[in-house]
């Protein structure tokens, strides 16, 4: 009975191609090609690859990590397993503000690209405000909701607002590719790890590993997924380099918006209007996710029922957003955000990977001995 109650929570593994894609491809896909253009150039596409290369490994390490441990649980449990209560719950807790923090700049961006381009008259609250009643409503639905909410956040942007970045190939510059290889190697990889950062997202598997039924199952799923958001940043930094040059894009915030500028339809005079819209369902999902990521960790860590701390997480989130009202405090907080999640990827996961396979082979000796 117990089994069967726990199965109605869970989700299939071929879900896990919507909650991977969806939490990678965000609000940063708007403006990444400005910072690559500074590191990289026109060469910033072999960066994406690069990059893109990087995550499938770190995915393969976060599978393997749960297969060593032999734990069906999530990170907060394996955390516990090999580094003991104490330690343990203190790398709980830096997962906790991460992830409440990743919630906090999405929504502060996607914020500003409302106020920017559609509502500068409006406040910072009230925008905040209606999303995070939102997120209550969803996230106290479940994680099978969030999930729910994740399929359309890839499926409809997918069918509309990504058709609309093939207009700009109309005044295409083809050359604008040329000489490849231009710039050195070391540039190349500095370009890589500003690009390393849009893949963000796909940790939160570690949290809501143990929802997915038969989670190992899910692998192919998850490796699908980054390639399918390697293929998506690949297409817009393509279409960018094609449409602008390098000195151009040094002076536009948000590229990819300005290419959905380039449809033209008679009965509708910004089109921008329309793709911010839509952008909604893209950017929601990852707050909804971010926020489940984090209320599951407390309930891990204090033993807080989640519908609980959730209200309180949401209030947290609606004052902290209040506290960002210039360009430059937003990005500062990206800043933040974004070299947490460099470290996290490049530093725990590895050493997660490397400790769980080293204590994996300690076990075996000594069970031999």
């Not at 999530?74 to 503000?97: A, M, P, R």
């Not at 536009?252 to 500028?261: A, E, Q, S, V, Y």
């Not at 949401?314 to 430059?328: C, G, P, Y």
């Amino acid at each position: 009975m117990k089994q069967a109650e726990r199965e109605r929570f869970l989700i299939s593994p071929f879900f896990v191609f919507f909650t991977i894609h969806c939490s990678q491809v965000g609000i940063g896909v708007l403006s990444f090609q400005r910072n690559l253009n500074e590191k990289a150039g026109h060469d910033g596409w072999i960066s994406v690859i690069i990059a893109g290369i990087a995550a499938h490994f770190l995915i393969w390490m976060i599978y393997k990590i749960f297969q060593l441990s032999g734990s069906s649980e999530d990170v907060t449990n394996i955390n516990i397993q090999y580094f003991g209560k104490w330690f343990g719950n203190v790398l709980n807790i830096g997962f906790v503000v991460y992830f409440l923090l990743l919630a906090l700049i999405v929504l502060r961006l996607y914020i500003e690209v409302i106020q920017v381009s559609m509502f500068p008259l409006m406040g910072t609250w009230q925008f905040s405000l209606i999303l995070l009643l939102l997120t209550y409503y969803t996230v106290s639905g479940g994680f099978r909701v969030v999930v729910g909410l994740c399929v359309w956040g890839v499926v409809i942007p997918l069918l509309t607002i990504f058709p609309m970045l093939f207009f700009p190939l109309e005044y295409a510059h083809y050359r604008n590719f040329l000489p490849i290889l231009d710039h050195s190697v070391i540039d190349i990889f500095k370009g890589a790890k500003e690009v390393t950062v849009e893949y963000l997202g796909f940790e939160m598997l570690l949290m809501y590993y143990s929802f997915v039924k038969d989670g190992q199952q899910s692998h192919k799923w998850a490796q699908w997924a980054n390639v399918f958001t390697m293929f998506i940043y690949l297409v817009v930094i393509f279409i960018s380099t094609v449409f602008y040059n390098e000195e151009q894009i040094k002076h536009i915030i948000w590229p990819t918006l300005t290419l959905g500028k380039i449809p033209e339809i008679p009965f509708i005079e910004r089109m921008e209007y329309i793709i911010i819209s839509i952008y909604v369902l893209v950017v929601f999902p990852i707050i909804c996710l971010a926020v489940w990521s984090v209320t599951r960790g407390l309930k891990r860590i204090a033993a807080l029922k989640q519908r609980v701390s959730l209200p309180f997480i949401l209030i947290i989130l609606f004052i902290a957003s209040l506290f960002f009202n210039k360009r430059e405090e937003i990005e500062q907080l990206g800043k933040i955000v974004s070299t947490a999640g460099f470290y996290l990827l490049v530093g725990y996961i590895p050493a997660l990977y490397m400790y769980a396979s080293f204590m994996k082979r300690f076990k075996s000796k000594a069970s031999i001995e």
